[in-house]
């Protein structure tokens, strides 16, 4: 009787090692999805500097979040996303190429897209890492002054832009 226990267990491990396997309907996401707009497409104008300003600009575009700034690459390396270059390249656009070298003073205004809840603070590595990019000051551990502003939402996002020398 033991023995026809024990193969009637080797036919029923049998049965479920040769049951149909599940499949997975979920669709996977695209974690770096490409912008659907080109950089060069986005709109924005440099606004008029005056005195100490090195920069005055205002873009229709929302940065995009530290949360979506790196992706994890291969081998556990980290890289800038594809919506993160693509920023940099909008505001390289509107920054002029100074590379200034003192402490300056950064004010922020942006608008987000929708009513979406956003953390302010989010946004603040991708404009000050475009700063750099686009070679207005060397290293965003130049600015020694910073104030961020929430607007009303704007239907696609705007963002302003200042950046005074102290």
């Known amino acids: ?62 940065p995009p979040s ?22 940099i390249e909008v505001l390289k656009r509107f920054i002029p190429a100074i590379n200034y070298h003192g402490r300056v003073k950064v004010i922020v205004e942006y608008s987000p897209p929708d009513n979406k809840i956003r953390d302010i603070d989010n946004i603040l590595k991708p404009c000050l890492d475009a700063l750099a990019k686009g070679q207005l000051i060397e290293d965003d551990n130049q600015v020694h002054e910073l104030s961020v502003k929430k607007m009303p939402v704007v239907k696609g996002g705007k963002l302003f832009i200042q950046v005074e020398k102290i």
């Open 1 to 62: 009787m033991n023995t026809q226990f024990k193969a009637s267990q080797k036919i029923r491990s049998k049965r479920v090692a040769w049951s149909k396997p599940k499949t997975n309907t979920a669709k996977k996401r695209n974690v770096d999805p490409t912008p659907l707009v080109p950089s060069f497409l986005v709109e924005g104008k440099q606004l008029g500097v005056i005195g100490p300003e090195l920069l005055s600009c205002e873009i229709m575009i929302v």
């Open 66 to 87: 530290v949360n979506h700034y790196w992706i994890k690459g291969r081998n556990n390396t980290n890289r800038l996303s594809k919506r993160a270059l693509h920023f």
